[in-house]
């Protein structure tokens, strides 16, 4: 009998807050008041304005170019070209797949961090989308509705980000940070932030500050990391008849042992404290129905505010599989015993970035600028990482409204959209430092 556990690629990220730093703004809202009205920013607002029709093209372009996990290159090639003909002074694909876009800054207070070096803006989308290959993606249109998998989510991301360097581009707004437009790859499911996990690996060229678009709509900002770990559970045996060889242990009992155990103690784990979820997502194996079956599988899924709280109904969840590939072979009446393998698929790590973080008092009051009622929440998204190991970050909507996501009936209205990238960009310029333009 073996019972073999096998963890994620990535080594676990421990979770933190981002606090505020000692520097505030007096003032946020007078501060983006100031630069929403600066003629150059007020510029790159028209740009955005008069380039709507062809953002909507590049749009419905991007979303017909299938991007599903760990399949996001042929969406990202063209997007790569997008970001260079933008203007983009250097632009190349990384080893994990990530497209990255550098434009440098001019120097200047904002453009230097604070062990002197260039300070560096991370502002992205995901090329990915959680959607098989061969899956339809052609967008209809209804009315005034787009209708396409991976419309919203991120395909409308991914064409913010490109704007917003149109934008600055056209108008010579420039920046005294280095800005990064980047398409990251392995945001959905089993992709597990590896675009971003490369980004911002050990020894990587730092990134000092990250805005990522993910999402429509305008006020909603992720500040909080929600964590999740995510597992693949296979159970074996021979195998056999149903009649002939029964008495075997069966994979498919153990794996119904094991959901049973971790639902009981799990229940009890989610019903108080900091809000917890799991959930068995997919289950498969065996050849027909009258066969034990050789193999039997699940994915499970499990999220939490705190980090504690997932370490214990991870812990509880390791029990329950032990324990039913224990109680299963205990029944055998005749062959070998079976085995587990458990395969950690997915960590993501929690974090936060304090409520009264320049950041985040700034993006505020960017939503505030745009008459959107801003939202502090949590979620998992690829600000994750850079939250979890201390650096500013935060995810904002790219406008327009939209629903369905990760369904095949996604869909997305062009109403305002165009508030939601230039809120990007009034953020943008907050944190990267308006400079003066180069005669």
Do not use: C
């Amino acid at each position: 009998m073996t019972h073999r556990i096998r963890t994620a690629r990535s080594a676990p990220l421990v979770a933190l807050v981002v606090s505020s730093s000692p520097v505030i703004a007096q003032d946020p809202a007078a501060d983006v008041r100031a630069l929403a009205e600066h003629p150059t920013v007020v510029s790159a607002f028209e740009t955005i304005e008069a380039m709507d029709e062809q953002t909507i093209a590049d749009l419905i372009e991007l979303t017909q170019i299938p991007a599903p996990p760990f399949g996001e290159e042929a969406r990202g090639l063209v997007y790569a070209e997008w970001l260079r003909e933008a203007g983009a002074d250097s632009v190349w694909i990384d080893d994990e797949g990530n497209v990255i876009a550098l434009r440098r800054g001019r120097g200047g207070p904002q453009g230097e961090a604070s062990d002197g070096e260039r300070r560096v803006i991370g502002y992205s989308g995901h090329l990915d989308t959680v959607f098989p290959a061969d899956l339809d993606v052609t967008v209809q249109q209804r009315g005034d509705t787009l209708f396409a998998p991976g419309i919203g989510d991120d395909t409308r991301g991914l064409v913010a980000v490109l704007a917003v360097l149109r934008a600055l581009e056209r108008s010579n707004l420039e920046t005294q940070a280095d800005v990064l437009f980047i398409g990251t790859v392995g945001e959905e499911g089993v992709g597990d932030l590896r675009g971003m996990k490369h980004l911002f690996r050990d020894g990587a060229d730092p990134i000092h500050t990250w805005i990522d678009i993910d999402g429509t709509g305008l006020g909603r900002i992720v500040n909080k990391g929600l964590g999740s770990h995510r597992f693949r559970v296979t159970f074996r045996g021979p195998g056999g008849h149903s009649w002939g060889a029964f008495g075997l242990a069966s994979p498919a009992h153990a794996l119904g042992r094991a959901i049973r155990h971790f639902q009981d103690v799990a229940d009890t784990l989610t019903r108080s404290g900091p809000r917890t979820s799991y959930n068995v997502g997919r289950i498969g194996g065996g050849t027909s129905v009258n066969s034990i079956p050789f193999e039997a599988w699940m994915e499970v899924d499990m999220r939490s505010e705190s980090e504690e709280s997932l370490e214990r109904i991870d812990a509880a969840f390791r029990a329950a599989v032990a324990r039913a590939l224990e109680e299963e072979n205990a029944l055998r009446r005749d062959g070998p015993a079976i085995d587990v393998e458990v395969d950690q698929i997915g960590d993501r790590p929690s974090g936060e970035v304090a409520d009264d973080h320049p950041l985040v008092l700034r993006a505020e009051a960017v939503m505030r600028q745009f008459r959107a009622v801003p939202a502090l929440v949590r979620s998992s998204t690829d600000s994750n990482i850079p939250i979890a190991l201390g650096i500013p970050a935060v995810t904002i909507g790219s406008g327009g409204i939209g629903g369905g996501a990760h369904s095949p009936d996604e869909w997305w209205i062009n109403r305002d959209g165009h508030l939601g990238i230039q809120a990007g960009l009034l953020l943008l310029v907050t944190e990267a430092g308006l400079a003066e333009p180069v005669p």
